[in-house]
Antibody
Framework: EVQLVETGGGLIQPGGSLRLSCAASGFTVSSNYVTWVRQAPGKGLEWVSVIYSDGSTYYADSVKGRFTISRDNSKNTLFLQMNSLRAEDTALYYC?????????????WGQGTLVTVSS | DIQLTQSPSFLSASVGDRVTIACRASQGIGSYLAWYQQKPGKAPTLLIYGASTLQSGVPSRFSGSGSGTEFTLTISSLQPEDFATYYC?????????FGGGTKVEI
């Protein structure tokens, strides 16, 4: 059974840093595309970043240069390093597995971890 | 970047109603469109991918159609557990953005 469990959220001051983790089971992170999606309180879904099986990474313009996606293959875990945090980064952060071939979808999602950026 | 416009943003319906939600892309995306359902306090779940393929385990009252720039999600007979917010997502190219959502309420 595929499962994703996010951790690492919390309250952080503007300008601070935080690292989110997403522990995966039931599939191999390094053999798949895995992504981060966030949702600000009361708002819609916003794609944040993806890491491909070959290690390529892509980012939304809103986080480019501040966030870094990575993975630890030995721990089957995905990370999101978030630097220079802003109030507008406040959101529930989800990780999800991506299918990207003839058919494309985000087929499994974690339950999310909440990041609050506030002084 | 491709833009997605969902309509309506809010929908009031009753159990047993047929419900249709539209999603329009700013440029052609083939059939690279997915639909998700999100209930309050829960993560999104995949309903449909490839514009019309039902994800395993999703009830057959859900269906999707369309290609290019115009897509629809239809719930043939709304059930109590279907009251939720629905999002479309384009996966033709990066960024794989989501529509603004449609909240379906009683």
């Amino acid at each position: 059974e595929v499962q994703l469990v996010e951790t690492g959220g919390g309250l952080i001051q503007p300008g601070g840093s935080l690292r989110l983790s997403c522990a995966a089971s039931g599939f191999t992170v390094s053999s798949n595309y895995v992504t981060w999606v966030r949702q600000a309180p009361g708002k819609g879904l916003e794609w944040v970043s993806v890491i491909y099986s070959d290690g390529s990474t892509y980012y939304a313009d809103s986080v480019k240069g501040r966030f870094t996606i990575s993975r630890d293959n030995s721990k089957n875990t995905l990370f999101l390093q978030m630097n220079s945090l802003r109030a507008e980064d406040t959101a529930l952060y989800y990780c999800a597995r991506v299918v990207w071939g003839s058919y494309r979808q985000f087929d499994y999602w974690g339950q999310g971890t909440l990041v609050t950026v506030s002084s | 970047d491709i833009q997605l416009t969902q309509s309506p943003s809010f929908l009031s319906a009753s159990v047993g109603d047929r419900v249709t939600i539209a999603c329009r892309a700013s440029q052609g995306i083939g059939s690279y469109l997915a639909w998700y359902q999100q209930k309050p306090g829960k993560a999104p779940t995949l309903l449909i991918y490839g514009a019309s393929t039902l994800q395993s385990g999703v009830p057959s009252r859900f269906s999707g159609s369309g290609s290019g720039t115009e897509f629809t999600l239809t719930i043939s007979s709304l059930q109590p557990e279907d009251f939720a917010t629905y999002y479309c997502q384009q996966l033709n190219s990066y960024p794989p953005i989501f529509g603004g959502g449609t909240k379906v309420e009683i």
